[in-house]
């Protein structure tokens, strides 16, 4: 990237930090993930690295997170609370090690890892050994007084006590400090995942809303103005920084320290080279499923403390130490049952009910199988203990079955000869991978076909989900899609859950559905073989939904990756005269067709799939920023793939794309490609 290119990114990132910033530490209303700001601030701190001289001092790196909010007292920290540099590859980490390297060529270096707790940062000052004052982190220099509301956390020692034989000129400074002097400690509150499961049990009882993670608890725990909320959420604390100078030479000697003043500590570990700081992460991420406490990774540190002083800060962040966060997570569990469902396009997809089990935070008790030849090639049984892995926010996937652990009592599964639903003939066309129900009347296809209208890649109609849709469907309201515009109040207030003001949202935003763009409305269709790619594309191509239904095979084709399948697809939909029907409802509805923008041709004829979560911007974000300059976003990997863009935990499309040789790009490529 060229100086210039650098220097306006660098100014639309500030932008986007400082904004997501703010709406997360100044209002709680946060716009984006952990993860994205992360990385945003990620490649902010990357950029700045290659051109320092394009630092300012008002620059989110030369700073940390939020502003301290008005509603608690504001403390000045003694010593900026810094944050960590984020590394998520193997070749990032190793990327770290070699240039603090060269900064410090002398030096042989040696590593302290711990682990990185999913936790919410405090200081505790304590003056003549009694906590005086703790404070979170603030903007890394001011932070907000939460004493009252820490002094609740058994775990905090509201003394300081030498609990373990210390060498005599440390134990020296140590009681000179504790009778006369300050002691400062850091580190991260958090939430027992069996203390955080156990307060949204009591919710789910008392009809409240189920608390998002532990993470999140913890921290609205602690900015509680009543401290009486903060001592009922059973909170926890450990230490990983000793701020007051006791002599201590390393990170390893530090930690010692810190236990023998009374705080608790992460399993630690210290690393003569970094393929030991590697190994310990492979032997963290094992266990981190049995720990007490959400971790994301480990936080590897230069252990010389002189060293690590040497090397500095950059912006953010101090460069002797870095956090090596973990990949795509995987469990184990049980598929107890599984069931066929039945989709707008009659496809029959069978999803395996799993014993419940929490992956990345979350509880799974799903996961799709996909279809009766995935089935068979993973050999997937009733009863079956299976590897479930969730790549950022997709559906979990089976991605292999333990066959060790059969014990003779597992059943094979087959796919029904009859639809589930409404008992219809089900077949499995020629060339195809799926089995599909061919009945003009299940109500299962009914249903998905209005569900996928209303969604949000559609009309996107908030607030119309799967169970409103078959209570309308129920009670005669709606038949198709076209029905759901005539829809009144006096329709759905009687509806079970629906009072007034529900009702009178689910109206409005069905009127403001109307205005919407021509490849929406192509998509919310429902045509089979069409998605959001060839939606735009068709949209593109003809300009008009009349030109579009009057085409023929011959002109379809001359649309590129629109093939001869797609193609008899499209026309056998407009050759329907319920279909016909049907759009003439609904642009007499009151439909207003919006015209497309003009594109810019920077990637046109380029294609892009994306795999696993990017951090900077959402899926949708990078699928709209591509199509915008022309590009195609495939869902699927192809030889006629021109980049493979991975974010984090990455689905099979990797291994694809490698195996057909496509260009792979990490997220910072992929950003100045879109730039």
């Known amino acids: 990237m060229t100086k210039q290119a650098a220097k306006k990114r660098i100014a639309k990132l500030r932008q986007a930090i400082n904004h997501h910033s ?34 300012t001092p008002d620059s989110p790196t030369q700073r940390v997170s939020g502003q301290a909010l008005d509603k608690f007292n504001k403390v000045r920290h003694r010593k900026r609370m810094l944050s960590l540099e984020d590394v998520f590859y193997l070749e990032e980490f190793k990327a770290w ?13 040696d590593y302290f890892a711990e682990l990185k707790i999913d936790g919410f940062a405090i200081a505790l000052v304590y003056k003549k050994g009694i906590l005086v004052q703790g404070s979170t982190r603030g903007d890394s220099k001011v932070g907000e007084d939460v004493t009252l509301n820490l002094k609740t956390i058994n775990s905090i020692p509201l003394k300081l006590e030498i609990h373990q034989k210390l060498p005599s000129d440390i134990a020296g400074k140590i009681n000179a400090l504790l009778n006369q002097g300050e002691i400062e400690i850091r580190g991260e509150i958090y939430m027992a995942q069996k203390v955080f499961a156990e307060i949204n049990q009591q919710r789910k009882k008392q009809g409240l809303p189920l608390y998002a993670n532990p993470r999140n608890t913890a921290a609205g725990s602690i900015r509680q103005l009543d401290p009486q909320v903060a001592a009922s959420r059973q909170l926890d604390f450990l230490a990983y920084d000793l701020v007051t100078d006791l002599g201590q030479k390393t990170h390893q000697i530090k930690h010692q320290l810190i236990k023998a003043l009374g705080f608790q500590v992460s399993l630690d570990q210290h690393c003569k080279n970094l393929d030991q700081a590697v190994k310990f992460w492979e032997e963290i991420k094992k266990k981190r499923e049995k720990l007490p406490y959400q971790i994301d990774g480990i936080v590897v540190s230069v252990n010389n403390n002189r060293v690590f002083d040497k090397l500095g800060v950059v912006g953010k962040a101090p460069r002797g130490s870095v956090a090596f966060k973990f990949p795509a997570k995987e469990v184990t569990t049980i598929i107890e ?9 009659g496809a029959l997809t069978p999803v395996a009910y799993l014993k419940p089990v929490h992956l990345g935070g979350i509880l799974i ?12 090639r993973l050999d997937v049984r009733l009863g079956d203990t299976v590897i479930v892995q969730r790549a950022g926010d997709v559906i979990p996937d089976v991605v292999k079955v333990i066959k060790k652990l059969r014990t003779g009592r597992e059943k094979k599964f087959n796919m029904p000869k009859t639809c589930p639903v409404c008992g219809g003939p089900v077949k499995r066309p020629q060339a195809e991978v799926v089995h599909r129900c061919v009945s003009k009347a299940c109500r299962s296809i009914q249903k998905q076909q209005i569900v996928h209208f209303a969604s949000r890649k559609g009309f996107g109609i908030e607030g119309l989900g799967p169970q409103i849709v078959n209570q309308l469907i129920d009670q005669g309201l709606i038949a198709n899609a076209a029905d759901l515009f005539s829809l009144s109040l006096g329709d759905l207030i009687p509806l079970e859950g629906f009072a007034e003001k529900a009702a009178q949202n689910l109206v409005k935003a069905i009127e403001q559905s109307k205005k919407i763009s021509l490849a929406k409305f192509i998509f919310a269709l429902g045509i089979r ?6 939606s735009i594309a068709l949209a593109r191509y003809f300009g008009s939904l009349d030109k579009l239904a009057k085409t023929s095979l011959k002109e379809l084709s001359r649309i590129e990756d629109v093939g001869e399948i797609v193609a008899k697809s499209i026309e056998q939909w407009f050759n329907n005269r319920k279909h016909h029907e049907l759009i003439k409802r609904l642009i007499n509805s009151g439909l207003e067709i919006k015209k497309l923008k003009p594109v810019k041709k920077k990637l046109l004829g380029s294609s892009f799939v994306l795999t696993g979560e990017l951090d900077s911007l959402t899926r949708e974000q990078a699928k709209t920023k591509i199509r915008q300059l022309g590009g195609d976003v495939p869902n699927s990997v192809s030889k006629n793939t021109d980049y493979l863009v991975l974010g984090q935990e990455p689905g099979s499309k990797y291994q694809k794309a490698r195996k057909l040789g496509v260009k792979v790009i990490k997220e910072r490529e992929f950003l100045s490609i879109i730039q």
């Open 97 to 109: 090690q070699e240039r603090i390297q060269k900064l410090v060529p002398s030096e042989k270096l």
């Open 337 to 345: 049952k599984i069931v066929v469902q039945v989709g707008r396009t």
């Open 365 to 376: 008790t799903r996961a799709t199988l996909h279809n009766a030849d995935e089935i068979k």
């Open 22 to 55: 703010y709406q997360y530490h100044v209002l709680d209303k946060p716009e984006i993930s952990d993860a994205a700001w992360d990385s945003l601030k990620h490649e902010l701190y990357q950029l700045e690295q290659v051109y320092p001289d394009l630092i």
């Open 529 to 534: 073989h069409v998605g959001e790619e060839t």
